[in-house]
């Protein structure tokens, strides 16, 4: 009876490891909300960008991965993770560190334009940058649409009233 009891209590413990379940550990979200905190300040990336980038990416899920090869919190794609010197997407700091420079730099690419950073991101920084707010495809102006709201929603959870770049909808 006590060993069908132990074995019962590892399988319950075995079953919430890291990258196991598909529900988030909290340790690992605070951990990413740290990471996300700390490298938004160092380069200078609205902390609420990057955790709606990464709540619509993986839903703070460390090391998810997409059909399309992305991977991690933030769903680095291989090139770009290379790109940015990130060799393990699954490690949440490297991650995080990673796509937030990756933010810094659309940022900059972008003069701080909220849109076409996260349309961007979402769609490669090439196309975005030939069309602008005139590349219209469907799938973009929804991922902007849905970062943009969690972005308010994170912003005024945080209470950082802070006047924004997002200058209009891109509808």
Sequence with gaps: M????????FLVAASELPGQSKK????DRDQAEYYAAAYGR???????????IIEQ???WRVCVVSSKGAKGLMQLMPE???????????????????GVRYLAWLMRLFHSDL??????????????????????????VAYVSRIRATYVRFTRIDKDFKQTNWKRDMR
């Design 80 to 98: 770009t993770a290379r790109r940015l010197g990130v060799r393990d997407s699954c490690n949440a700091e490297q991650n995080i560190s990673g």
């Design 24 to 27: 988030t550990n909290r340790t």
């Design 57 to 59: 990416e993986s839903n």
């Design 115 to 140: 849109r076409l950073v996260a349309a961007g991101y979402y769609a490669g920084e090439d196309i975005v940058a030939r069309r602008g707010l005139s590349y219209r495809n469907p799938d973009v």
């Design 42 to 52: 160092h380069y200078g990336v609205p902390i609420a960008l990057v955790r709606a």
């Design 2 to 9: 006590i060993r069908s009891w132990l074995l019962a209590l």
